[in-house]
């Protein structure tokens, strides 16, 4: 079964309720022709208007919708997750989201489900948290460096061309060896992980890249993943 991961920089419903592109590339990549997609907003403290808008967009999908809450009377998590054809994580606070996660179990539950050939998807803090590290700004003066679930062999950082700090942040971490290398990827671009490799980048928006940064010797280099944009009929 192919496992996939689909890590997206910034947008997405959430930002955009009118373009739902990169929203019917993840449910196109389903095992199945009308997903259950479960959609988790962790990382917001369970924000009520994120989960009406994800409701809102994909209600008008070929989907099954449902939502994980942890805050309120939380359900049966391994029959629901690996019950699920996508997991959808919402952006927010990546180190709340995890500590949350980590005292649930639900960390082991999403590896089952990802191996299972459910597609794992998510925006910001949902996208690095698949990675083994992410750039995240979790704490509230810096961009700091943090462990994620490590399903994916690499490290990332979302918003790369939509936060002015994130790419000076990339380059020192990378100048000062906290970082050997980071996928980097701008709003309204994703990258498409199947069987734990980097497949291609997936933009949704013009012109939006994502890249793999290198230093070599101080000297920071910026690869640009092969992209193909997607665009609605529309």
Excluded at 59 to 77: A, G, I, N, Y
Excluded at 86 to 111: D, Q, Y
Excluded at 124 to 129: N, W
Aim: aromatic residues 10%; glycine residues 8%.
């Amino acid at each position: 079964m192919k496992k996939q991961i689909i890590a997206i920089g910034g947008g997405g419903f959430g930002r955009n309720p009118k373009n739902l592109d990169i929203e019917s590339y993840i449910i196109d990549n389903a095992r199945v022709s009308k997903p259950k997609t479960c959609f988790i907003p962790t990382a917001t403290g369970e924000d009520k208007s994120y989960i009406v808008n994800f409701y809102k967009a994909f209600s008008k999908l070929h989907c099954s919708p449902s939502h994980l809450e942890f805050f309120t009377r939380t359900p049966d998590l391994r029959n629901l997750i690996l019950d699920q054809d996508i997991v959808f994580v919402g952006g927010g606070n990546t180190k709340s989201m995890l500590a949350v996660w980590n005292e649930w179990g639900l960390p082991n539950l999403l590896r089952q489900a990802y191996e299972n050939g459910a597609v794992l998807a998510g925006v910001s803090a949902g996208a690095i948290c698949w990675f083994n590290k992410g750039v995240t700004d979790s704490w509230a003066n810096s961009l700091k460096i943090m462990d994620c679930l490590g399903f994916v062999d690499g490290h990332c950082c979302p918003h790369y061309d939509e936060e002015e700090t994130r790419r000076p942040a990339v380059h020192d971490f990378l100048k000062n060896g906290k970082l050997e290398q980071c996928y980097a990827i701008e709003g309204g671009c994703a990258i498409h992980c199947v069987d734990g490799e980097i497949q291609n980048a997936v933009s949704f928006v013009p012109n939006k890249k994502a890249y793999l940064i290198k230093s070599d010797n101080g000297a920071i280099t910026e690869e640009e993943l092969q992209n193909i944009y997607i665009r609605s009929a529309s």
